[in-house]
């Protein structure tokens, strides 16, 4: 019989199939993280490029709208107040203006404060179409116009001097002291004087023996005598005071000691008619007074139709001479230039406005030495009034002479005073500040400026992005 044999296979030849499929199962798995991963990452690529060219784009926005204020273009595109871009670099920045509170779209209107820029930027895509999530800034900027700018206190006494009699005089809403003694003694010493607003000193300050009311802060750098009425509302520093302890005649806290805050420096204002431009840019017209010119009649004064006008009365070596009871009446903003204004003998000196239009004057006697110190001359001379002397509303006015300042009996101002030898406030005056400043200087920092001949965007408040344009 022939036997036949047969090899036996084993079952497991087929679990060798196992690790290679988990293996390429493995693969496909990674290969599947691999490929998420790159698509992803392209993704997250792709939304990141289109963030940084959108805000690239709505700075760009802020930017050209920016310029556009400063060459005063704002109106002339196709939809005012709107800057747009596009292709490469697509915005559309609106410009807004800041009024009474509100923003309104629109450019800058006559003596607009501030001024909004809100931008709107894109991404752009090589067929240029726009794709991502836009981007918005808002960016607030001060607007600066010709003209000039209020700065300083309401009384600046370089010198020092002395009120009395009466006085009334509101500081309160002076920046800072409503009077600065930069190096002088102040003597507050007669009659119910009441000062409304912050005092700063570098000396002595003297309450004298009647009622004598500070309603502010006080802060002297060398001896405080209050007497036996003399009262400050409000805090005092000072090297000493006297009586010490001062009881209730002081409202708020003493601090006895070195006074770090002073009071800013002297500004040399000079005559330069270049300086005294209008809220448009256009310099104020001069006129010249001298001989019989010099003697003025009252009557209209200023420029035809609102033209701001300089007095230079320079040449009148007596200043501009009045008669008694005399008013002016201002048909425009006026400054006068005089070396002296002896104005103490004259009886009803009045300025007041030719209408209802709110009008400006200033009284200047020029420093002529630029040392940062008041220089008096000899051939120049005290602003010197007496006998209801009077700066009507709606007219504001600024005094600045490096001489003295003398009022005397009843007279009422509105507006600021500087001066730079001891002066003297007299027999029941009234003044109240009003912010004017002078052309081509910051008396707060006692520095010249640059004199600006066109309206432009000033400093930056702030810039932020923001969820969508308003």
């Known amino acids: 019989m022939l036997l036949t044999w047969k090899r036996t296979v084993s079952d497991d030849r087929g679990a060798v199939l196992i690790p290679v499929i988990a293996l390429v199962g493995v693969g496909l798995v990674v290969g599947g993280l691999l490929s998420s991963s790159v ?34 273009t704002c109106t002339a595109q196709p939809t005012a107040s709107t800057y ?37 930027g894109w991404a752009v895509n090589t067929d240029g179409q726009t794709y991502g999530a836009p981007t918005s800034v808002e960016a607030i900027f ?28 509101d500081l309160s809403e002076s920046p800072g002291a409503g009077l600065e003694i930069k190096k002088g003694n102040f003597v507050c010493g007669k009659n119910n004087t009441v000062l409304n607003g912050n005092v700063l000193i570098v000396g002595n300050l003297d309450l004298g023996t009647n009622s004598c009311a500070i309603n502010g802060d006080a802060a002297v750098t060398g001896a405080v005598t209050l007497g036996s009425k003399g009262t400050i509302s409000g805090n005092l520093s000072a090297g000493s005071v006297s009586p010490n302890p001062p009881g209730k005649q002081v409202g708020g806290t003493v601090t006895l000691g070195p006074v770090v805050t002073a009071p800013a420096d002297w500004s040399d204002v000079s005559y330069t008619p270049s300086d005294w431009v209008d809220s448009s840019g256009n310099p104020y017209q001069v006129v010249t007074l001298s001989g019989s010119t010099c003697t003025r009649p009252g009557g209209w004064f200023g420029g035809f139709g609102g033209t701001a006008t300089i007095i230079n009365a320079l040449g009148c070596p007596d200043g501009i001479q009045v008669t008694n009871n005399t008013t002016f009446k201002l048909t425009s903003d006026v400054v006068i230039f005089a070396n002296v204004f002896d104005w103490g003998s004259i009886n009803q000196l009045n300025f007041a406005s030719a209408d209802t239009t709110e009008r400006r004057l200033w009284f200047i006697t020029p420093d002529n030495v630029a040392d940062g110190k008041p220089t008096c001359q000899s051939t120049q001379g ?17 005094l600045y002479t490096p001489c003295a300042f003398n009022g005397n009996n009843g007279f009422t101002w509105r507006g600021q005073l500087y001066a730079g030898s001891y002066s003297s406030v007299m027999n029941n005056p009234t003044f109240t500040f009003v912010p004017m400043g002078i052309a081509g200087y910051d008396l707060g920092t006692g520095t010249s400026t640059p004199v600006l001949t066109t309206p432009q965007p000033g400093s930056l408040i702030s810039n932020r992005n923001v969820a969508s344009a308003p």
């Open 39 to 72: 698509i992803g990452g392209l993704t997250f690529s792709s939304a990141t490029k289109a963030a940084v060219q959108s805000q690239a784009a709505a700075d760009a926005g802020v930017s050209a709208a920016r310029a556009g204020l400063y060459s005063g």
């Open 84 to 120: 747009t871009s596009t292709g490469t670099i697509t915005y559309s920045a609106v410009v807004q203006r800041y009024v009474n509170g509100l923003w309104q779209t629109g450019c800058p209107a006559m003596l607009t404060p501030q001024v909004r820029i809100v931008s709107t």
């Open 142 to 169: 001060n607007f600066e116009w010709p003209g000039v700018s209020p700065s300083g206190v309401a009384i600046y006494l370089y010198s020092g001097g002395v009120v009395q009699a009466n006085a009334s005089l």
């Open 382 to 398: 005290a602003f010197s009034i007496n006998n209801s002397f009077q700066i009507k509303s709606p007219v504001d006015a600024m």
